[in-house]
């Protein structure tokens, strides 16, 4: 079992930055992806940033230059640095450990709000 544990959310105003951090309980260098998540009010979860274990990136084209996904596997962690932040990026972020790009088996953690507000 793999146990996931976001942090680092909180309220911000426009254009302010937040980074957010993926606690892992145990490696997660195996895994085919690492992935950050979110869920805006009256919206469906959706990818935002994707980190392969061959370190490739993808990013959601609404946070394109804005957000960056990183990891450091020494420290079972994945991070999420966010910056120029808008009211639109207003959501629960989720991690998540994608075990294959074939199937839709992983593990997630509870989320960490992000509020950006004036």
């Known amino acids: 079992q793999l146990q996931l544990v976001e942090s680092g959310g909180g309220l911000v105003q426009p254009g302010g930055s937040l980074t957010l951090s993926c606690a892992a309980s145990r490696s997660i260098s195996s895994f085919a992806a690492m992935n950050w998540y979110r869920q805006g009010p009256g919206k469906e979860r959706e990818v935002v940033a994707t980190l392969s274990r061959g370190d490739s990136t993808n990013y959601a084209g609404s946070v394109k230059g804005r957000f960056t996904i990183s990891r450091d596997n020494a420290k079972n962690t994945v991070y999420l640095q966010m910056n120029s932040l808008k009211p639109e990026d207003t959501a629960v972020y989720y991690c998540?450990?994608?075990?294959?790009?074939?199937?839709?088996?992983?593990?997630w953690g509870k989320g960490t709000q992000v509020t950006v507000s004036s």
């Open positions: 998540n450990a994608r075990e294959s790009l074939i199937t839709t088996s992983g593990y």
